[in-house]
């Protein structure tokens, strides 16, 4: 009886403790999907929102006529391909900089801080310089298709006005950048979130007066759009620097940074030899980007039309897998600066899956809104047409776009920085431009089918990062 008791006492111990344990796992599961969204939503608002007044200007240069639109497409890719520059020479000092902030070691921090000012230097310097003696000839790659009804040289001139004015605004964005990238790294993302949202409501107010001559206001149609985001961005930085040295006190890593802006050779190497690789795989894969538009060209000036109506709504959805993307490196490189390795390991993996399930989501919101939406554009019925369908292919990909982009950053947030250039970079220019090209001048094959097939290549990525995240060779630390 005593017996029997005992046992049916250490049967129920044993259950309340696997009861226990399941609740404490249940908790844990939780907290990294909440870690995750704390960073991730505020950047995907203020990437949305970014995105939604990017849509705007879309429609309002869209009203302006089929050259006017294609005319700030075709920039807006060169344009992106700077951006892209920014991001990927302040990609590699983040990651030690999220790292560095697990540890909470200030001289390290600050050094990134430093470091990061040079770079972004050198990269607006580098940037102003291209698009002032080669401007006209990089919008007009893609102006050799012929389409009837659409001038080139047209386009071409309104391009030119509207690049001119376009780069003032590569100073303040490369700045706020800096200081975002910083801010995030240590857990904080409602600033950049709030002063993207001003500038937001800037552009969209000046857009608006200056585009169509308002209230007063000359009527600037292309300039005025340029004019007006340039405004937005001195808003952005002036928030981000402004609030930021404000409450220093709040950021103890930051307080006293700019005491020296000197950084040694000895201090930075390998951050610099760990970051190179990712400044070059953003920048290189951006420039695919814009050699993948200036390929589907070949098939008429109506395909830029049709791939900027897409471009304008799917941007303002895959904030979602980009900004997911952006908080787990964060969160796996504080966890491998802190030498926990198994629950980076365990964290990676539930938050690819998570990523992929919100991207499903979105390809039906997509698919839904692929036929109302070109018809908000003043074009052609055969640019609506191409719009729709380059929209509902693109909704199609969006969850391997989430998966793959969550990959990318367990990869980086580990200092794999060599394997991430040749899983992205070299992969587009290798397989997916070498695709586009040869279908587009060598086939009969309709620009859709050309769209459809480059973005299937990209399981061929999904599926050699799987092996190599699965193995653990990303897991370090690089700041011991």
């Known amino acids: 009886m005593n017996c029997a008791a005992g046992a049916g006492e250490r049967e129920m111990a044993f259950g309340e403790r696997m009861s226990i344990y399941r609740e404490i796992r249940e908790m844990r599961e939780q907290s990294v999907y909440k870690k995750a969204l704390t960073l991730a939503v505020p950047m995907m608002i203020q990437n949305g929102i970014t995105n939604a007044v990017s849509l705007v200007d879309n429609l309002m240069v869209g009203s302006l006529g089929t050259e006017s639109m294609t005319a700030v497409s075709?920039?807006?890719?060169?344009?992106?391909?700077?951006?892209?520059?920014?991001?990927?020479?302040?990609?590699?000092?983040?990651?030690?900089?999220?790292?560095?902030y697990g540890q909470r070691n200030k001289e390290g921090f600050q050094t990134v801080f430093r470091l990061k000012l040079w770079i972004t230097a050198v990269i607006v310097l580098v940037g102003m310089i291209i698009f002032i003696t080669n401007g006209s000839r990089l919008i007009g790659l893609y102006l050799h298709g012929s389409t009837q009804g659409m001038d080139a040289g047209k386009t071409l001139e309104q391009g030119m006005e509207y690049l001119h004015i376009m780069l003032i605004g590569l100073i303040p964005f490369a700045f706020t950048q800096i200081y975002a990238g910083s801010l995030r790294e240590m857990g904080e993302s409602v600033k950049?979130?709030?002063?993207?949202?001003?500038?937001?409501?800037?552009?969209?107010?000046?857009?608006?007066?200056?585009?169509?001559?308002?209230?007063?206001?000359?009527?600037?149609?292309?300039?005025?759009?340029?004019?007006?985001?340039?405004?937005?961005?001195?808003?952005?930085?002036?928030?981000?620097?402004?609030?930021?040295?404000?409450?220093?006190?709040?950021?103890?890593?930051?307080?006293k940074v700019y005491r020296?802006?000197?950084?040694?050779?000895?201090?930075?190497?390998?951050?610099?030899?760990?970051g190179f690789p990712i400044f070059m795989n953003e920048f290189f894969w951006a420039g695919?980007?814009?050699?993948?538009?200036?390929?589907?060209?070949?098939?008429?000036?109506?395909?830029?039309?049709?791939?900027?109506?897409?471009?304008?709504?799917?941007?303002?959805?895959?904030?979602?897998?980009?900004?997911?993307?952006?908080?787990?490196?964060?969160?796996?490189g504080q966890q491998l600066g802190a030498s926990r390795f198994e629950e980076a390991k365990r964290d990676a993996g539930k938050l690819r899956w998570f990523t992929a399930g919100l991207c499903l989501i979105l390809t039906v919101i997509l698919a839904a809104c692929s036929h109302g939406f070109p018809q908000l554009y003043d074009t052609t019925e055969d640019v609506r047409y191409l719009?729709?369908?380059?929209?509902?292919?693109?909704a199609v990909f969006f969850p391997v776009q989430g998966f793959l982009n969550v990959l990318y950053f367990t990869l980086r947030s580990g200092?794999?920085?060599?394997?991430?250039?040749?899983?992205?970079?070299?992969?587009?220019?290798?397989?997916?431009?070498?695709?586009?090209?040869?279908?587009?001048?060598?086939?009969?094959?309709?620009?859709?089918?050309?769209?459809?097939?480059?973005?299937?290549?990209?399981?061929?990525?999904?599926?050699?990062g799987y092996v190599l995240v699965k193995k653990g060779i990303w897991i370090t630390n690089l700041v011991v």
């Open 74 to 100: 075709i920039v807006g890719q060169l344009i992106f391909v700077f951006f892209l520059a920014v991001f990927g020479g302040l990609s590699g000092p983040g990651i030690y900089g999220a790292q560095y």
């Open 415 to 464: 200092g794999k920085t060599v394997i991430t250039f040749l899983f992205d970079s070299v992969f587009t220019w290798v397989v997916s431009v070498t695709l586009a090209f040869v279908l587009c001048r060598f086939t009969a094959l309709p620009v859709l089918a050309v769209y459809a097939l480059v973005q299937s290549a990209d399981l061929i990525k999904v599926v050699v």
């Open 387 to 394: 719009g729709q369908w380059f929209i509902i292919i693109t």
């Open 260 to 274: 020296t802006v000197r950084v040694s050779f000895a201090q930075v190497k390998g951050v610099l030899v760990k």
């Open 288 to 332: 695919g980007m814009a050699a993948l538009t200036q390929c589907y060209s070949m098939k008429g000036l109506q395909v830029i039309a049709g791939l900027n109506i897409s471009n304008a709504i799917c941007n303002l959805l895959n904030v979602v897998f980009v900004a997911m993307g952006n908080a787990v490196g964060i969160i796996i």
């Open 192 to 255: 950049p979130m709030i002063a993207g949202i001003a500038s937001v409501f800037v552009d969209i107010v000046f857009n608006y007066l200056l585009i169509y001559g308002k209230f007063g206001c000359p009527r600037l149609e292309v300039r005025g759009a340029a004019i007006a985001t340039v405004m937005a961005r001195f808003v952005e930085m002036f928030i981000v620097v402004g609030w930021t040295h404000a409450s220093i006190r709040k950021y103890e890593l930051l307080q």
